[in-house]
């Protein structure tokens, strides 16, 4: 399956000077600046472990300004030597004299980790201007002179535009890295072509994040049937003439302020699609505390509504069952409360178990798949937002500006000669 940019395998990165953008932004203590999760660093552990022996500088960010786990990556840099088996030496800058020193004195196998990206005004403030404004920044201009090939490993940043994601690729070859590769060739496989019957499953708080999925997978046909569950199948159901109660509806427009103009679209989707967007037949209250069923035909409800019930779990789990892709995001309930995870989990259970390639991602979701140790998932995604933003169709900034590197540099791949008959 061919990309339409570089990656690592185009490029002779042996013995060069590699700059490579990871997002290794990670959950950390803000008391004790403990990293509590690993997940991301590892995943860029094993890209670097496909790289062959060059001088690698690593680029990343943690959190942003402003929030309590905004802070430098030292700690992040004795994961990664600790995970490798390898030294990564830390660099508390990113393109001053020191900096640009330590990168000049590197050696084949050597590994850097420079300072926080967002600790430098321009990775913030510049975000989304012209690529032109992006690569005459400090940090692209300086840093390229010492870099002869910039790696994009950040898929969960696919959906930014900051200098250290898309200002080099007009200066210097540049290329997706191991985890960018493996993560777009995941979703291709399930929107450009994807084996029928097609399932979508969308749950959760965003509802206008899988609003935007819906519309743009069912619009391109990349779908035969979307499964809706947690708020965003309460949409569906209030879209559709059901009376949710006066906690749920009150809740809803709490929680969302665009909840007309969302529930307009729902009524559009099932107008446009006849059949293709299922939503909840039974569900579980909260009632004080206790888990309390409701059919449908039951609603208004007089108790807020915290998961799906068991003829809903049991007709998505048989569609589950029987689709040759699955595409999932997002709880069925609040699944953090012990007594409404059931239907999270029998869902996810039922991906797990299917013979369907199944790609799966955001962070709850990431989450109940760790806790629950569902390890038959094809691909579970690194990305939220990024994932979101891919599925719904809008443009990928990181993609955009690997593609024109790739056309810029092309010549410095030469065509395979052909063979003489």
Same mark, same amino acid.
């Given at each position: 399956m061919e990309l339409p940019f570089f990656t690592i395998s185009d490029l002779e990165?042996?013995?060069?000077?590699?700059?490579? @953008? #990871? +997002?290794?932004?990670?959950?950390?203590?803000? &008391? =004790?600046?403990?990293?509590?999760?690993l997940k991301r660093i590892k995943e860029h552990v094993r890209s670097i472990k496909r790289l062959p022996q060059c001088k690698l500088v690593l680029l990343a960010h943690q959190s942003r300004p402003g929030k309590k786990d905004f802070?430098?990556?030292?700690?992040?840099?004795?994961?990664?030597?600790?995970?490798?088996?390898? @030294? #990564? +030496?830390?660099?508390?800058?990113?393109?001053? &004299? =020191?900096?640009?020193?330590a990168v000049g004195e590197m050696k084949v196998g050597d590994i850097l980790l420079l300072e926080n990206t967002r600790f430098y005004s321009e990775d913030v403030s510049l975000k989304d201007s012209s690529l032109a404004v992006q690569e005459s920044t400090h940090i692209v201009?300086?840093?390229?002179?010492?870099?002869?090939?910039f790696v994009n490993d950040a898929f969960s940043a696919l959906h930014r535009s900051q200098p250290s994601l898309v200002g080099f690729c007009n200066i210097i070859p540049s290329c997706a890295g191991p985890l960018m590769e493996k993560e777009l060739k995941a979703l291709?496989?399930?929107?450009?072509?994807?084996?029928?019957?097609?399932?979508?499953?969308?749950?959760?708080?965003?509802?206008?994040?899988?609003?935007?999925?819906?519309?743009?997978?069912?619009?391109?046909?990349?779908?035969?049937?979307?499964?809706?569950?947690?708020?965003?199948g309460s949409m569906f159901q209030w879209a559709d003439?059901?009376?949710?109660g006066t906690p749920n509806v009150n809740f809803i427009r709490q929680e969302i302020a665009s909840t007309d103009d969302l529930l307009d679209r729902c009524k559009r989707i099932m107008k446009k699609f006849p059949g293709k967007v299922m939503y909840p037949t039974d569900m579980s209250l909260n009632d004080g505390g206790k888990r309390r069923r409701i059919k449908l035909s039951e609603l208004p409800a007089n108790a807020p509504i915290y998961d799906i019930s068991i003829d809903t779990i049991v007709r998505y789990s048989m569609i589950i069952d029987g689709a040759r892709t699955i595409i999932a995001n997002g709880p069925a309930g609040v699944f953090e409360l012990e007594a409404f995870r059931e239907g999270t989990v029998e869902i996810f259970k039922a991906i797990n178990r299917s013979k369907g390639f199944s790609v799966m991602g955001g962070g709850e979701t990431n989450a109940v798949v760790t806790q629950e140790r569902l390890r038959d998932i094809d691909h579970v995604s690194t990305g939220g937002g990024a994932l979101i933003n891919y599925l719904s169709g809008k443009?990928?900034?990181?993609?955009?500006?690997?593609?024109?590197?790739?056309?810029?540099?092309?010549?410095?791949?030469?065509?395979?000669?052909?063979?003489e008959e």
């Amino acid at each position: 399956m061919e990309l339409p940019f570089f990656t690592i395998s185009d490029l002779e990165l042996e013995g060069k000077t590699v700059a490579m @953008r #990871v +997002d290794i932004n990670s959950p950390i203590n803000p &008391d =004790t600046g403990q990293i509590l999760s690993l997940k991301r660093i590892k995943e860029h552990v094993r890209s670097i472990k496909r790289l062959p022996q060059c001088k690698l500088v690593l680029l990343a960010h943690q959190s942003r300004p402003g929030k309590k786990d905004f802070t430098s990556l030292r700690e992040h840099a004795r994961e990664l030597s600790s995970l490798l088996e390898k @030294r #990564v +030496d830390f660099i508390d800058d990113l393109f001053g &004299d =020191t900096a640009l020193k330590a990168v000049g004195e590197m050696k084949v196998g050597d590994i850097l980790l420079l300072e926080n990206t967002r600790f430098y005004s321009e990775d913030v403030s510049l975000k989304d201007s012209s690529l032109a404004v992006q690569e005459s920044t400090h940090i692209v201009s300086r840093l390229a002179q010492n870099i002869d090939i910039f790696v994009n490993d950040a898929f969960s940043a696919l959906h930014r535009s900051q200098p250290s994601l898309v200002g080099f690729c007009n200066i210097i070859p540049s290329c997706a890295g191991p985890l960018m590769e493996k993560e777009l060739k995941a979703l291709v496989r399930v929107m450009d072509d994807p084996e029928r019957p097609a399932v979508v499953i969308l749950g959760g708080l965003k509802v206008d994040d899988s609003i935007n999925v819906a519309e743009n997978l069912l619009d391109a046909g990349s779908c035969d049937t979307i499964l809706t569950t947690g708020v965003v199948g309460s949409m569906f159901q209030w879209a559709d003439g059901y009376d949710l109660g006066t906690p749920n509806v009150n809740f809803i427009r709490q929680e969302i302020a665009s909840t007309d103009d969302l529930l307009d679209r729902c009524k559009r989707i099932m107008k446009k699609f006849p059949g293709k967007v299922m939503y909840p037949t039974d569900m579980s209250l909260n009632d004080g505390g206790k888990r309390r069923r409701i059919k449908l035909s039951e609603l208004p409800a007089n108790a807020p509504i915290y998961d799906i019930s068991i003829d809903t779990i049991v007709r998505y789990s048989m569609i589950i069952d029987g689709a040759r892709t699955i595409i999932a995001n997002g709880p069925a309930g609040v699944f953090e409360l012990e007594a409404f995870r059931e239907g999270t989990v029998e869902i996810f259970k039922a991906i797990n178990r299917s013979k369907g390639f199944s790609v799966m991602g955001g962070g709850e979701t990431n989450a109940v798949v760790t806790q629950e140790r569902l390890r038959d998932i094809d691909h579970v995604s690194t990305g939220g937002g990024a994932l979101i933003n891919y599925l719904s169709g809008k443009e990928m900034p990181v993609l955009k500006a690997l593609r024109l590197s790739k056309e810029k540099f092309k010549d410095m791949v030469g065509e395979e000669p052909e063979e003489e008959e």
